[in-house]
Every structure is written in C-alpha cells, then in structure tokens.
C-alpha cells in the first residue's frame, strides 16, 4: 500500500541545536515533495519545495534533502530557537494529475529555551 | 491580502443537524480542497474540485457534501449522515496541476457536538 509516514513521536530539543525530521514513503515515486508548518489551531503553511533531481534545498535556516533511492526526505532546522515550535508536516504529489497532496500526519517539534 | 478565508472559526452542531462551512479565496486558484484533521492524525481529503461545477470525493467523503459555484468558493456541508463529525476542519487552494505549487490553507473551522 501507498504510505507517507512522519516521526510522531515529538522531537524535543535545547535552543540553538539543529533539529531533524524525516520523512519516508513507500511506493509512490513523486516528482516533488513539500514541508509545512502547523501551528496549534491554525493552517498548515508552506515552507519549501524540493524536486527529485534536487539533492538539497536551503532558505534561511531551513534545509531540506529528498533521497529518491531511499525514499524519504529529510528536514533541518539549524540553530533552533523556541519559536520554531510547532508541527511540521511533509506533502507529496502522487503523480496521477488530480491536484492532490498526500500528507504527512506531521512531527511535532519543541524546541527548549 | 490574498488569502482564504474560513468561517465560523468555531461551530457546533446538534444532533441530526447539516451544517455548512464556509471556505472563501481570493488566490484565483482553479483547485480547492477540504481537509479533516483529528487529534495526532493527518490531513484525509474530503473533497476536491478541480474548476468550477465539477467536484470529486476525497478518501473520507461519506457524510460530507460540497459544491463549486463559483471560484472563489468552496463549502462543505457536514450532513447528519456523519456521525462523528467532531475535528478540525480545514479548506486549501492550489493554482496549478503539477506538483511544484503549494496549497494554501485557511486556519480552520472546529466542529463540536453539542
């Protein structure tokens, strides 16, 4: 079966530390894949896009990789800081031209001061 | 400010009640979608529609009716055929059909039961 999975345990880490969150799927074979922030009782918002030829992808303190062989992405927050708290969640496109997104059921993470 | 507009923020429903949610957008997007959320879980598609008077169901359709009048506007309809209906509920828009474009989200509606 078709499955896009995040970690959902919360990640909790100390301020300035870099954070991690992967994401892995199995048996789709997007073109791109997203992350998006989710903060409690607000939408989800778009951060960044990654391409499949695209090894790695940076915007500010962000980055974000997408390994097409092993099937997951990874995504990075350096030098954290307490407002980066929040869920993060990772979409991808299933490639079958019906404008969805499949999503994530999204990592939370706590970042201490 | 483009944007997407969902209301009422908050609403509760009595039992064997249809309520509607409102979803508004201002992004000239062709595509919108809607979303229930539940606790610790993800986003389940509950409708989508591609361009206006045309709609297809999402993975957890039953107990949910939609409509595409017009562009900018997309509602949902939670019948009395859902019966836990209880979740946050979320509207988005996409510009384009491949997948480098983002969705862009409104902040939701949370339905309760009274």
Known sequence: SQKIEQNSEALNIQEGKTATLTCNYTNYSPAYLQWYRQDPGRGPVFLLLIRENEKEKRKERLKVTFDTTLKQSLFHITASQPADSATYLCALDPMDSSYKLIFGSGTRLLVRP | ?114
């Open chain 2, 1 to 114: 400010d483009g944007g997407i507009t969902q209301s009422p923020k908050y609403l509760f429903r009595k039992e064997g009640q249809n309520v509607t949610l409102s979803c508004e957008q201002n992004l000239n997007h062709d595509a919108m979608y809607w979303y229930r959320q539940d606790p610790g879980q993800g986003l389940r598609l509950i409708y989508y529609s591609q361009i206006v008077n045309d709609f297809q169901k999402g993975d957890i359709a039953e107990g949910y009716s939609v409509s595409r009048e017009k562009k900018e506007s997309f509602p949902l309809t939670v019948t009395s055929a859902q019966k836990n209906p209880t979740a946050f509920y979320l509207c988005a828009s996409r510009s384009g059909v491949i997948g480098n474009q983002p969705q862009h989200f409104g902040d939701g509606t949370r339905l309760s039961i009274l």
